[in-house]
Nanobody, 125 residues
């Protein structure tokens, strides 16, 4: 069973950048599709982006397309989320997700089996 630990969140001014990392342990990293989701106060958890096991497939929510970039380093068991041109509406807890079976582009949170504890991202104007 894989364990996920996110890092890199913080407080940033609108227009700024942050890079989130998620380190996986306890499983064979290349067996897992990886994803990032976020949840703002009072809102449901929503899909942000995901990446296939081979890194060939990358999928983005329309709200972050052209601003966020997902990548993975299979040698380091790590998935990254580079966030540029941040907006106040990007403020949320960001969660890393993994699954062995899910198709990488799956956007429904309940289809992903493994989750980190999240890292807070706050964007102020």
């Amino acid at each position: 069973q894989v364990q996920l630990v996110e890092s890199g969140g913080g407080l940033v001014q609108a227009g700024g950048s942050l890079r989130l990392s998620c380190v996986a342990s306890g499983g064979t990293f290349t067996h897992y599709a990886m994803g990032w989701f976020r949840q703002a106060p009072g809102r449901e958890r929503e899909f942000v982006t995901s990446i296939s096991r081979s890194s060939i497939g990358k999928y983005y929510a329309d709200s972050v397309k052209d601003r966020f970039t997902i990548s993975r380093d299979n040698r380091k068991n790590t998935v990254y989320l580079q966030m540029n041109s941040l907006k106040p509406e990007d403020t949320a807890v960001y969660y890393c997700a993994a699954d062995q079976v899910v198709v990488a582009g799956t956007r429904r949170p309940n289809e992903w089996n493994y989750w980190g504890r999240g890292t807070q991202v706050t964007v102020f104007s």
